[in-house]
């Protein structure tokens, strides 16, 4: 049976990897001690939520589109960037702004965008 949604199976598979890091980091003295930890979240966040906000506009009937474009992608690449790289730091002491933030964003858009291509509708 097809869905109307779309990329739920990376959203959903990002969700659990997220909740896994998410208490790997909080709970466990070897995850900590890790590089990955550092960047597993970022990776995530458009893996994550795209396809949220995508098939949130598919529920509420303002986009029929079942594919998410990569001009998409860029587009919450450049929100994400700014905001949790730039405007962020700036009024928060505790967040800092780092490049390879910004590349794990990019490298999640990426695998988001192929994954498309792999994994059915």
Do not use: W
């Not at 995850?31 to 893996?47: D, E, H, P, S, V």
Request: proline content about 2%; aromatic content about 20%; hydrophobic content about 50%.
């Amino acid at each position: 049976m097809k869905t109307k949604y779309v990329a739920l199976y990376q959203m959903f598979l990002g969700m659990m990897l997220y909740s896994v890091h998410y208490f790997l980091k909080n709970y466990s003295i070897d995850y900590q001690k890790t590089n990955i930890r550092n960047y597993l979240g970022n990776f995530l966040a458009l893996i994550v939520c795209v396809p949220l906000f995508v098939n949130i506009q598919i529920m509420f009937k303002v986009r029929k589109s079942k594919k998410i474009k990569f001009s998409e992608i860029a587009f919450f690449f450049c929100v994400f960037s700014v905001l949790y790289e730039v405007i962020c730091p700036y009024f928060l002491n505790r967040m800092t702004a780092d490049i390879v933030d910004v590349l794990f964003y990019a490298l999640g858009g990426i695998v988001l965008y192929f994954s498309q291509k792999v994994l059915p509708l």
